[in-house]
């Protein structure tokens, strides 16, 4: 079979990544899971069919280190890539801005923005190298739109990301690379749904109907889509 490709997932076996690296290799196309460990690489294995798992391959990567970044896009130089997927992120909050320590507003810049900017700027380099129409997808967050109480440090870094990818999709778009990012509301992943067992779970989005989304934007469907932060929120959508 020949080679379609491959994409570049950080995250990719997390409660959100596993939903989108299921999708993306159902596509025929090959997975580079960026990971810091790999722990959870080989659990993820054994649940695909032996064609997929072959076509899943593990890079460790810490999102926030400039240099390893950088050498871990430069390995896939000489590749046919077919998208950046960053998914890595964090939360840090729960407290009112009077009580918020200074190191949940750095830990929330270096998870949120600073990889976000590493991965970002890494892609852009690989991907302007490419033929065709490649993109790259980031994880924002409704939050991070409107704001929220006792979320200051967590909406601030995603507000951030979302003015980042605006502003690389203006920077990119002539040279055929899209970027955009989706908003979820609360996700229900098996770690949401263990912390908050008595919330409405009927509310939440899904991981695998963000990796819908996120399949959409990678695909020649959304060749003319680029800058949109796309909310998905589902039945617990409210307007600003």
Not at 114 to 134: N, P, W
Not at 193 to 209: F, G, I, N, Q
Request: charge should be negative; glycine fraction near 10%; aromatic fraction near 4%.
């Amino acid at each position: 079979m020949s080679d379609k490709g491959i994409y570049l997932v950080t995250g990719a076996t997390g409660g959100l990544g596993q939903g989108v690296t299921r999708r993306l290799l159902a596509t025929g196309a090959r997975v580079a899971a960026l990971e810091r460990s790999g722990k959870g690489l080989d659990a993820m294995r054994a649940s695909l069919d032996a064609d997929a798992a072959e076509r899943l391959e593990c890079h460790k990567i810490d999102v926030t280190d400039e240099e390893i970044v950088a050498k871990v896009f430069a390995d896939y130089s000489d590749q046919k890539v077919l998208g950046v997927v960053h998914l890595v992120g964090g939360y840090a909050g729960g407290t009112p801005i009077d009580q918020t320590p200074l190191s949940d507003l750095q830990r929330m810049i270096a998870l949120n923005l600073t990889s976000a900017f590493l991965i970002m700027r890494a892609g852009a380099r690989l991907l302007t190298e490419q033929d065709g129409s490649q993109a790259m997808i980031f994880v924002g967050s409704v939050t991070g739109r409107s704001g929220g109480k006792d979320h200051g440090p967590y909406a601030a870094t995603k507000a951030a990301v979302h003015s980042l990818v605006r502003s690389a999709a203006a920077d990119l778009a002539e040279r055929g690379v899209r970027v955009n990012a989706v908003l979820p509301t609360m996700i229900a992943t098996e770690a949401n749904l263990a912390m908050m067992p008595d919330a409405d779970h009927s509310m939440w989005v899904t991981p695998d109907a963000i990796g819908a989304t996120i399949e959409y934007l990678l695909s020649d469907g959304a060749q003319s889509v680029t800058g949109a932060c796309m909310e998905i929120a589902g039945k617990s959508y409210q307007p600003d």
